[in-house]
C-alpha cells in the first residue's frame, strides 16, 4: 500500500504565503513525476504545478512567479511554496505521483487534498 499525505493547507489573507507538503509512505521503490492539482468549487480540476524526478518542472501560467513546487527525494516528500496569494486561488489541493512498487508495478496515486481559502 501507498499513502500520500497532504499537510499545510489554511485561511489566509490575500498577498499572502502558505506552503503545502505531500509525504509519501508505503511500498515504494521510485518515485516519477509528482504533481499538485487543485478543484474550486463548480470547476474542474486542474494541474497546478509539476516535477519530474529529474528536478524539471512546470507550471500553469497563472501561478507563474508566485508558486514553486519542490521534492525532497530522501524525504519522499513534495511541497509547494504558495506567495502572493489571490482569492482566485481558493481550492482544494491535491498532489499525485507515480510510484513504482517493489513489485516493479507503476501506478498512479492521490493524495486526499488539503483545502486553501484565500479571503480577507
Known amino acids: 500500500q501507498v499513502q500520500l499525505v497532504e499537510s499545510g493547507g489554511g485561511l489566509v489573507q490575500p498577498g499572502g504565503s502558505l506552503r503545502l507538503s505531500c509525504a509519501a509512505s508505503?511500498?515504494?521503490?521510485?518515485?516519477?513525476?509528482m504533481g499538485w492539482y487543485r478543484q474550486a468549487p463548480g470547476k474542474q480540476r486542474e494541474l497546478v504545478a509539476a516535477?519530474?524526478?529529474?528536478?524539471?518542472?512546470n507550471y500553469v501560467d497563472s501561478v507563474k512567479g508566485r508558486f514553486t513546487i519542490s521534492r525532497d527525494n530522501a524525504r519522499k516528500t513534495m511541497y509547494l511554496q504558495m506567495n502572493s496569494l489571490q482569492p482566485e486561488d481558493t481550492a482544494v489541493y491535491y498532489c499525485?505521483?507515480?510510484?513504482?512498487?517493489?513489485?516493479?508495478?507503476?501506478?498512479?496515486?492521490w493524495g486526499q487534498g488539503t483545502q486553501v481559502t484565500v479571503s480577507p
Open positions: 516535477t519530474t524526478d529529474g528536478g524539471r518542472t
Open positions: 508505503g511500498n515504494i521503490f521510485n518515485i516519477h513525476d
Open positions: 499525485k505521483a507515480v510510484i513504482t512498487n517493489w513489485g516493479g508495478r507503476k501506478y498512479d496515486y
